[in-house]
């Protein structure tokens, strides 16, 4: 069992939890994952990596609460325990050899970007973040942002705080302008990482995605998370558990990985009115 040190509300549908898993602390970098499961008969779902502190052993995750395992996982409270948390998973974010990046976020992936916002600035590397959200009452980690990075942009969709429009407008302003990155890191809804990569690519900057999409076992072994890449004339399959999450921007079959993440939707929905139910009358 691992015990729920911290929770915190971050905005009315995202929370943010510390997690006591020690061996998971003193092992995970950014980029990585987990996967839990809420109670011994639970879904396994994959959450990212939100931040680690390795000398008090816990590891923190922020979730979104779409389905019925988020819900049930925002249902427990501090001092209560969940039965599986297993990590770290996956590939890390390679940090290396860059010397100016650009890390771009949108919503609940802004959870996402930030270690990885963190970790470059922590190497001196000039950082460069620009996060949206749909409104003001959806904005989270925009302090935590601000602290590591040498230029921040913030958009909302409505123009209820910073800029208003979409991330691709600053992005797309300053390669206009000439500035060079080594490289466009972006993390969000897969919508919004498409066009991210539709804005960068006339100007040849590498452009690396983050992958979250339907995910079982973690080890490669089910296949669910498998993404087909278009490259060099081929397409190739991956699996995101062990081959990402991170991959080239450009080499991604965006409209694909769209059509498999709404399989479930109406799966999730039902979850969710389950599990809405169960918490209400606990």
């Known amino acids: 069992m691992y015990k729920i040190v911290h929770k915190k509300n971050l905005n009315?549908?995202?929370?943010?939890?510390?997690?006591?898993?020690?061996?998971?602390?003193n092992k995970a970098k950014p980029g990585q994952f987990i996967i839990l499961r809420v109670d011994e008969d639970g879904e396994r779902i994959p959450l990212t990596v939100a931040g680690t502190n390795p000398k008090e052993g816990t590891?923190?995750?922020?979730?979104?609460?779409?389905?019925?395992?988020?819900?049930?996982?925002?249902?427990?409270?501090?001092?209560?325990?969940?039965?599986?948390?297993?990590?770290?998973?996956?590939?890390?974010?390679?940090?290396?050899?860059?010397?100016?990046?650009c890390i771009v976020g949108g919503g609940v992936g802004c959870a996402i970007a930030m270690p990885v916002a963190q970790a470059f600035h922590a190497q001196?590397?000039?950082?460069?973040?620009?996060?949206?959200?749909?409104?003001?009452?959806?904005?989270?980690?925009?302090?935590?942002?601000?602290?590591?990075?040498?230029?921040?942009?913030?958009?909302?969709?409505?123009?209820?705080?910073?800029?208003?429009?979409?991330?691709t407008v600053p992005l797309k302003e300053m390669l206009e302008a000439g500035e060079k990155f080594d490289e466009i890191i972006t993390i969000g809804p897969l919508i919004m990482m498409k066009f991210v990569v539709a804005t960068a690519k006339p100007f040849g900057v590498p452009c690396t995605v983050s992958m979250n999409p339907i995910m079982i076992d973690g080890t490669g072994m089910c296949g669910g998370c498998r993404l087909t890449l278009n490259r060099d004339g081929q397409k190739i399959t991956k699996f995101a558990c062990v081959d990402g999450p991170d991959f080239n921007g450009y080499e991604v079959d965006f409209d694909e990985a769209m059509s498999r993440g709404r399989m479930y939707m109406d799966f999730e929905k039902h979850a969710y009115e389950k599990a809405c139910n169960l918490l209400k009358n606990a």
């Open 12 to 25: 009315p549908t995202v929370t943010q939890m510390e997690i006591e898993a020690p061996l998971v602390a």
């Open 59 to 101: 590891v923190k995750i922020i979730f979104q609460i779409v389905g019925g395992t988020t819900a049930l996982l925002n249902g427990k409270n501090e001092g209560e325990s969940i039965q599986d948390f297993v990590g770290p998973l996956g590939v890390a974010t390679h940090l290396e050899g860059k010397k100016k990046v």
């Open 124 to 167: 001196g590397v000039n950082v460069t973040s620009i996060i949206g959200f749909r409104n003001k009452d959806l904005v989270i980690l925009e302090d935590e942002f601000k602290e590591c990075s040498d230029s921040f942009v913030l958009m909302t969709d409505d123009g209820s705080y910073g800029r208003e429009g979409n991330v």
